[in-house]
């Protein structure tokens, strides 16, 4: 099938050019100025912008960890189509293993839940929670079953490595060119602070970022990216939430290393006294690392606007107010950590981002597209409107309003942190390999997603 998208704008990280763009069953084969029908179906798209489908590189669409009501509200069907309805193409699952099961074994569960039912594109980080010979030598058979990217926790007891481990995971992961983001707080420091507070009857959400400050993430990142300099691995910091944290990015630079940093949108528009709001509000934005002060918030506006910051992806991680977050009404360490975001990631970064002019929307593509395809090895294929990738497009309308409301998301959870915020663009169409998925924020033709098997260049 052939279709002619004309009069629209194709928007880069570089730039921006007034082109027409044809596909032709899964790629874009031309672009130019004026072109032709020749037996394509035209769709008019002037006035709007046709922006690489965006990357979501950081979601848990589906996680149950065994204990029935602690599962996620969204699952791997739900998630993926409130992703791709507002214009997310591809995600980058967080595919995590149990305690002794094996990578392979984690990867065909992965598998299960996403084959034949997402309807975004997909591929996933392999998380590594613990470190033996046998984890040790299924780092390259996991790279080269198309997973490049690994990720590893310094906090959270059940999924945590000890510094050595993480050393050693680091050498062998550098062998083949891999890529490793890390969850960096300190995990010990975070038990200390709840069972101080637990001990003094501090039990409200009150005290979950109390827990959790600034210098618990800040020195994570410094020892993370210290230890990335004995290994001599670039590395990426997911998550990144505080001014701190960024100072020891800064210093890791000046001394040579490659370091990239992932923020998310929840530390950028919203702030931490949301924790006290009433009726147990708080619980909603219960999450790690936590929300932050205003001043962090600016930084991470600066960092984003500058390059210090590489990209924006969500850490959707959903759970239902009633009945999950609920659970810890009288011990906020026992309300489930996460928060759901998926869809509306591409709305809230141009509303707050580019029409507020912090930054253009060349910027905005790279932060959401471009710049994550490079980095977790998806380009050229992903991230970027050419003759020869994959036609994963968004019809970009730049003049619709609209508010986020937990009453019109698709993502399944009962609330949405971003209730009753404003917003102004949003995806009028998206196609994802050259078909049209979604039309108005709603999916039209679902379970179109596929596996993305990736490659390494140069990989030894
Ligand atoms: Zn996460």
């Given at each position: 099938?052939?279709?002619l998208?004309?009069g629209?704008?194709?928007?880069?990280?570089?730039?921006?050019r007034?082109v027409?763009?044809?596909?032709i069953?899964?790629k874009?084969?031309?672009?130019?100025?004026?072109?032709?029908?020749?037996?394509?179906?035209?769709?008019?798209?002037?006035?709007?912008?046709?922006?690489?489908g965006?990357i979501d590189?950081?979601?848990?669409?589906e996680?149950n960890?065994?204990?029935?009501s602690?599962?996620?509200?969204?699952?791997f069907?739900?998630g993926?189509?409130?992703?791709v309805?507002?214009?997310?193409t591809t995600?980058?699952?967080?595919?995590t293993?149990?305690?002794g099961?094996?990578?392979?074994?984690?990867l065909?569960?992965w598998?299960?839940?996403?084959?034949?039912?997402s309807?975004?594109d997909?591929?996933y980080?392999?998380?590594i929670?613990e470190?033996?010979?046998?984890?040790?030598?299924?780092?390259?058979?996991?790279?080269?079953?198309g997973i490049t990217?690994f990720?590893?926790?310094?906090a959270?007891?059940?999924?945590r490595?000890?510094?050595?481990?993480?050393?050693?995971?680091?050498r062998?992961?550098r062998?083949?060119?891999?890529?490793?983001g890390?969850?960096?707080?300190?995990?010990?420091?975070?038990?200390?602070?709840?069972?101080?507070?637990?001990e003094?009857?501090?039990?409200?959400?009150?005290?979950h970022?109390?827990t959790?400050?600034?210098?618990v993430e800040?020195e994570?990142?410094?020892?993370?990216?210290m230890?990335?300099?004995?290994?001599?691995?670039?590395?990426n910091?997911?998550?990144?939430s505080?001014?701190?944290?960024l100072?020891a990015?800064?210093?890791?630079r000046?001394?040579?290393q490659?370091?990239?940093?992932?923020?998310?949108?929840?530390?950028?528009v919203?702030?931490d006294?949301?924790?006290d709001g009433?009726?147990?509000?708080?619980?909603?934005?219960?999450?790690?690392?936590?929300?932050?002060s205003?001043?962090d918030q600016?930084?991470?506006?600066?960092?984003?606007?500058?390059?210090?910051?590489?990209?924006?992806?969500?850490d959707h991680?959903?759970?239902?107010?009633?009945?999950?977050?609920t659970?810890g009404?009288?011990?906020?360490?026992?309300?489930?950590n996460?928060?759901?975001?998926?869809?509306?990631?591409p709305?809230?970064i141009?509303?707050?981002?580019?029409?507020?002019g912090?930054i253009s929307?060349?910027r905005?593509i790279?932060?959401?597209?471009?710049d994550?395809?490079?980095q977790?090895?998806?380009y050229p294929q992903?991230g970027?409107?050419?003759?020869?990738?994959?036609?994963d497009?968004?019809?970009?309308?730049?003049?619709?309003?609209?508010v986020l409301?937990?009453?019109?998301?698709?993502?399944?959870a009962?609330y949405?942190?971003?209730?009753?915020?404003?917003?102004?663009?949003?995806?009028r169409?998206?196609?994802l390999?050259?078909?049209k998925v979604?039309?108005q924020?709603?999916?039209?033709?679902?379970?179109?997603?596929a596996f993305?098997?990736?490659t390494?260049?140069?990989?030894?």
């Amino acid at each position: 099938m052939s279709i002619l998208l004309k009069g629209g704008t194709v928007v880069s990280a570089k730039g921006r050019r007034q082109v027409d763009v044809r596909i032709i069953d899964e790629k874009i084969v031309e672009m130019g100025t004026n072109l032709k029908a020749e037996g394509s179906i035209v769709e008019d798209v002037s006035g709007c912008f046709l922006l690489p489908g965006f990357i979501d590189a950081h979601t848990h669409l589906e996680l149950n960890n065994g204990k029935g009501s602690l599962g996620t509200a969204d699952d791997f069907y739900t998630g993926s189509k409130a992703a791709v309805a507002k214009g997310t193409t591809t995600v980058i699952d967080m595919a995590t293993p149990s305690k002794g099961s094996s990578l392979k074994d984690c990867l065909n569960a992965w598998n299960h839940l996403a084959n034949d039912n997402s309807s975004c594109d997909y591929t996933y980080h392999m998380s590594i929670i613990e470190w033996n010979p046998s984890i040790k030598a299924e780092i390259n058979e996991i790279i080269d079953a198309g997973i490049t990217s690994f990720k590893m926790y310094m906090a959270y007891d059940n999924l945590r490595t000890t510094d050595a481990e993480l050393y050693e995971a680091m050498r062998e992961i550098r062998k083949y060119q891999g890529m490793l983001g890390v969850h960096c707080e300190n995990g010990d420091m975070v038990n200390e602070m709840i069972a101080k507070f637990i001990e003094e009857r501090k039990l409200s959400p009150h005290y979950h970022p109390l827990t959790r400050p600034d210098s618990v993430e800040a020195e994570a990142v410094e020892r993370y990216l210290m230890i990335a300099e004995l290994a001599d691995l670039p590395v990426n910091i997911v998550h990144l939430s505080t001014k701190a944290s960024l100072e020891a990015v800064e210093r890791a630079r000046a001394r040579g290393q490659t370091v990239y940093v992932e923020t998310c949108p929840q530390y950028l528009v919203l702030d931490d006294h949301l924790y006290d709001g009433p009726d147990f509000e708080g619980a909603k934005y219960v999450c790690s690392p936590p929300l932050r002060s205003i001043d962090d918030q600016n930084a991470l506006w600066a960092g984003v606007m500058d390059g210090q910051i590489n990209t924006i992806s969500t850490d959707h991680c959903s759970f239902n107010f009633e009945g999950q977050k609920t659970i810890g009404k009288h011990d906020f360490s026992k309300i489930p950590n996460g928060m759901p975001g998926v869809e509306p990631r591409p709305e809230l970064i141009y509303t707050y981002g580019v029409t507020t002019g912090k930054i253009s929307l060349e910027r905005m593509i790279g932060l959401l597209s471009e710049d994550i395809a490079k980095q977790f090895s998806l380009y050229p294929q992903k991230g970027v409107i050419q003759s020869g990738s994959d036609a994963d497009i968004v019809v970009w309308d730049p003049e619709t309003i609209g508010v986020l409301s937990a009453t019109t998301q698709l993502q399944k959870a009962d609330y949405t942190p971003y209730e009753g915020m404003q917003t102004k663009g949003s995806a009028r169409s998206v196609y994802l390999r050259g078909q049209k998925v979604a039309e108005q924020g709603q999916v039209i033709q679902e379970k179109q997603g596929a596996f993305i098997y990736r490659t390494i260049k140069n990989k030894s």
